[in-house]
């Protein structure tokens, strides 16, 4: 094992997150968008910020391999949440941009690092996810 983590949250999305080291520790509180009052953060948006992050490091070790240096790369992840009648679905939306990079050896780029990030292993089959260059 390279390595493992652990959080824990009492109150769920209206309660506090706190890693185990208890270097971070955030007050959740549901999106206003669902009812709630905002005034925290929300598991979307840390799903969010891990996935960015861990593809844009895909996206830096598989560079060279493409022809582009992808230390300029920009990762943004939208993580939308939605409900029907009998529970809540996750869908992803990743863009990708890096400045002067032919679009061509980008999108190859992205495919690969899509296929190698823990995060897009890990919700492949279970979240819709889109790639967007951009």
Known sequence: MAYKTSATTKGGR?????LE??????????PKDM????????PEQLFALGW???????????SKKHGLDGAAARVTCTISIDKDDTSFALKADIKVSLPGAERDKLTAL?????KICPYSKATRGNVPVTLTIA
């Open 14 to 18: 209206d309660g506090r997150a706190t």
């Open 110 to 114: 992205v495919e690969d690092a899509h």
């Open 35 to 42: 009812g709630g009052s905002g005034d925290g953060h929300n």
């Open 52 to 62: 960015s992050s861990c593809f844009g490091q895909a996206i830096l070790v598989l």
């Open 21 to 30: 080291n208890g270097v971070l520790a955030l007050a959740m509180a549901l």
